[in-house]
């Protein structure tokens, strides 16, 4: 499968925070994705970018599509309690999807 | 509109054991695909459909068969369980494998597996 990079692996967020977390690869994607995956259960789209340099939002998420199509960037903005989870990247070629191996998002104590 | 569901939610197999994990939506959705999750990986793409009677193998696809006889289902087959299969498995659904925009993605709520 093809490798990707995602970081940070874990980070601590305070609310009203605005976090950013990217993925890299050796490969280039036609299509960049971003999920959230709350404990115990199954992975959510957040976000999918279909065009290199494409910038998309969804509510207080946006993410961009890297020029070199090599990579992404997510951005959380104002963040808020429930926006704890782990943070996944996935980059898409011809049906199959290959997947970072996620940001963890906790609030800072 | 149930979305995807998976069945069963658990399950202890030995090794060397055979057993089906069930996987349905209920969405019209022509793109169907198995992933294993393994603590602190992502997920890995085991196999794929992108119609009834259409499969294909994803990045890991040993041990692991499957069959898509109508648009709802897809099973995951596991032929002779090993340790190495312990994980937690989760379905996808999409209406066209993400290659338009407007389309989504749905997962199911997974399966954990333990082969002893």
């Known amino acids: 499968g093809q490798q990707l990079n995602q970081s940070p692996q874990s980070m601590f967020i305070q609310e009203g925070e605005d976090v950013s977390m990217n993925c890299t690869s050796s490969?280039?994607?036609?299509?960049w994705l971003w999920y959230k995956q709350d404990p115990g259960e199954g992975p959510v789209l957040l976000i999918a970018?279909?065009?290199?340099?494409e910038l998309t939002s969804n509510g207080r998420l946006t993410a961009q599509f890297g020029i070199t199509r090599k990579d992404s960037f997510l951005n959380i903005s104002a963040s808020i309690p429930s926006d704890v989870g782990i943070y996944f990247c996935?980059?898409?070629?011809?049906?199959?999807?290959?997947f970072g191996a996620g940001t963890t998002v906790t609030v800072r104590a | 509109n149930a979305g995807v569901t998976q069945t069963p939610k658990f399950q202890v197999l030995k090794t060397g054991q055979s057993m089906t994990l069930q996987c349905a939506q209920d969405?019209?959705?022509?793109?169907m695909s198995w992933y294993r999750q393994d603590p602190g990986m992502g997920l890995r793409l085991i196999h794929y459909s992108v119609g009834a009677g259409i499969t294909d193998q994803g990045e890991v696809p040993n041990g692991y068969n499957v069959s898509r006889s109508t648009t709802e289902d897809f099973p995951l087959r596991l032929l002779s369980a090993a340790p190495s299969q312990t994980s937690v498995y989760f379905c996808?659904?999409?209406?066209?494998?993400?290659?338009?925009?407007?389309?989504?993605?749905?997962f199911g709520p997974g399966t954990r597996l333990t082969v002893l």
């Open positions: 490969s280039i994607f036609n299509t």
């Open positions: 996808a659904s999409s209406y066209s494998g993400l290659t338009t925009s407007t389309d989504t993605q749905y």
């Open positions: 970018l279909y065009k290199a340099g």
């Open positions: 996935a980059g898409q070629d011809d049906y199959k999807l290959s």
């Open positions: 969405m019209n959705h022509e793109y």
